[in-house]
């Protein structure tokens, strides 16, 4: 399949909607087990209203935009890279790496960090971790923005392997015909298997079909970033080992568990925005959530898929910071 070159027509647009990039004003290193030591990056200000991104992926990494979100006058942004993602290292690695340590790993963050309460800004599997989060420790939290609602029940992990077929089956085809044919009854074990091979010859070339297969399901209109993103090597093989690694572990999750103990945060405010033609996370999770959250409010956005970088959804979400930053002024 042929990819497009970047789009700088789409840049030039979410230059008019983010607010402009900034530096961190501080970053380093949390050491939170043994093995792993989580990256974080503190922008804004300092004084501001303390808010977290909680990336996706797992395995993405905080993406150069995500500060971008808020107004840098108003909010202290924490960014951080949860274990084995992005800056934070061993990158790739899956001992200790579930969300149960990443929970942890946020509430060392925020200690380490001398913060009392903080909002929480999730997206696509960073909606799922920032619920789990807010389920264990919902005093913490002033309320939630999430987009791409990921909810870590098997029909939502196997949407990424199997469903995106039914709307791109052609990218579906040509990821699938990368395995052998006696491979293709069990996506996730056989890629798991290549995955997790130490030959940079086997694992690279693996974790290029999987991460170009989800890329370019990712958007209403293909963006053009898809072929920069595959020559990140770093990139590439931390996200395809942590989200099979994950897929072959249920996502380390009863079934249901994060709507079933909704209850422990269905008293804070939070607004989720999704893409009307999301097809790596459903727009019925989105309803779902609402429909368990008294005090949420529910954005779907017409024109896009799934990823933040598309205008519709970055409008929205730069729409719903501006709302919790009055909410938490009035």
Same mark, same amino acid.
């Given at each position: ?17 983010? @607010?402009? &990039? ?43 935009? /995500?500060?971008? +979100? %808020? ?94 077929? /039914? ?7 040509? %990821?699938?015909? +990368? ?15 290549? @995955? ?13 079909? %999987? ?21 990140? /090597?770093? @990139? ?13 572990? &249920? +996502?380390?999750?009863?079934? !249901? ?29 989105? +309803?779902?959530?609402? !429909? ?39």
């Amino acid at each position: 399949m042929k990819l497009s070159p970047p789009n700088y027509q789409l840049i030039h647009t979410l230059d008019h909607i983010l @607010f402009p &990039k900034i530096k961190p004003y501080k970053e380093g290193h949390l050491k939170v087990s043994k093995v792993h030591q989580i990256w974080y990056g503190e922008y804004g200000n300092p004084q501001g209203l303390p808010v977290v991104v909680v990336h996706g992926g797992p395995g993405a990494g905080c993406s150069p935009q /995500d500060m971008r +979100f %808020f107004d840098p006058t108003f909010y202290r942004i924490i960014l951080f890279d949860q274990r084995a993602s992005g800056r934070s290292a061993p990158l790739g690695e899956m001992e200790g790496n579930t969300p149960q340590d990443s929970i942890q790993d946020m509430e060392r963050l925020r200690e380490h960090l001398c913060i009392e309460k903080w909002l929480l800004f999730g997206g696509s599997w960073g909606t799922a971790l920032s619920i789990g989060y807010g389920e264990a420790h919902s005093v913490r939290c002033l309320g939630f923005i999430l987009r791409g609602i990921f909810l870590g029940r098997q029909a939502d992990y196997e949407q990424v392997w199997y469903g995106m077929r /039914d709307i791109y089956p052609e990218v579906w085809q040509e %990821f699938v015909e +990368f395995l052998p044919l006696h491979e293709r009854t069990n996506l996730i074990a056989a890629y798991y298997r290549r @995955f997790m091979d130490s030959d940079p010859a086997i694992n690279m070339s693996a974790a290029r079909a %999987f991460v170009k297969y989800d890329m370019l399901c990712a958007t209403l209109i293909n963006q053009g970033s898809v072929a920069n993103i595959l020559q990140n /090597d770093a @990139f590439v093989l931390a996200v395809s080992r942590t989200f099979t690694h994950y897929s072959m572990n &249920k +996502f380390f999750l009863e079934p !249901n568990q994060l709507l079933d103990n909704l209850k422990e945060i269905a008293h804070l405010p939070a607004i989720i925005v999704h893409g009307r033609y999301d097809v790596i996370c459903r727009a019925k999770n989105a +309803f779902e959530l609402h !429909n368990h959250w008294p005090k949420s409010k529910l954005v779907y956005v017409q024109d896009a898929g799934h990823a933040s970088s598309e205008p519709g959804i970055a409008k929205e979400l730069v729409a719903a910071t501006e709302e919790m930053k009055i909410r938490n002024v009035a």
